[in-house]
T-cell receptor, first 111, second 113 residues
Framework: QQQVKQSPQSLIVQKGGISIINCAYE??????FPWYQQFPGKGPALLIA?????SEKKEGRFTISFNKSAKQFSLHIMDSQPGDSATYFC??????????FGQGTELSVKP | DAGVIQSPRHEVTEMGQEVTLRCKPI?????LFWYRQTMMRGLELLIY????????DSGMPEDRFSAKMPNASFSTLKIQPSEPRDSAVYFC???????????FGPGTRLTVL
């Protein structure tokens, strides 16, 4: 019940295309769903986050879609760029301060 | 803002040796987290502190691992004795109570031979 399942494990997208990464959770008590971006040799950094009272949040080219009934959420990267190549982690918070991370998705955007 | 500081950045040691990883959280942050990242298991939360007190250590793999936070600006994660399967990148993160965003350090890459 504490798991967050993320897919795909890796993703290759052409420049200008749309990257989509999906996550699913089981615990309905989770109340905060962030996405973190990690470049090689660096620590993860917050990219965008959503709470379950909204179904979508957009920040620039990055959008989170949230489906509370299905217990799923996804990250969409529009107009993907080579600079977006990184590992992306979804996460969920069961209580303040604690995050449970998905397994990560390695995104490669080809020029 | 200096961010979360971790040392060393790289550590190579031999099986059986003691390893100590260090972390300085962002000033003013009262939560501190230790994570381990491996290809097989992803990002795992090992332990976290609030106001220097350990809150949840259920992720600590076994008794060989211990963590301390003697004051608000310093924490250590110790592995004694180390084993090859402990090889991973260890991250420290911090945040301020009332905020959800965790700020990660650059990590310590540990290799146990």
């Amino acid at each position: 019940q504490q798991q967050v399942k993320q897919s795909p494990q890796s993703l290759i997208v052409q420049k200008g295309g749309i990257s989509i990464i999906n996550c699913a959770y089981e615990n309905t008590a989770f109340d905060y769903f962030p996405w973190y971006q990690q470049f090689p040799g660096k620590g993860p950094a917050l990219l965008i986050a959503i709470r379950p009272d909204v179904s979508e949040k957009k920040e620039g080219r990055f959008t989170i879609s949230f489906n509370k009934s299905a217990k799923q959420f996804s990250l969409h990267i529009m107009d993907s760029q080579p600079g977006d190549s990184a590992t992306y982690f979804c996460a969920a918070s069961p209580l303040r301060g604690k995050l449970i991370f998905g397994q990560g998705t390695e995104l490669s955007v080809k020029p | 803002d200096a961010g979360v500081i971790q040392s060393p950045r790289h550590e190579v040691t031999e099986m059986g040796q003691e390893v100590t990883l260090r972390c300085k959280p962002i000033s003013g942050h009262d939560y501190l987290f230790w994570y381990r990242q491996t290809m097989m298991r992803g990002l795992e939360l090992l332990i976290y502190f609030n106001n220097n007190v350990p809150i949840d250590d259920s992720g600590m793999p076994e008794d060989r691992f211990s963590a301390k936070m003697p004051n608000a600006s310093f924490s250590t994660l110790k592995i004694q004795p180390s084993e090859p399967r402990d090889s991973a990148v260890y991250f420290c993160a911090s945040n301020a109570g009332g905020q959800d965003t965790q700020y990660f350090g650059p990590g310590t890459r540990l290799t146990v031979l």
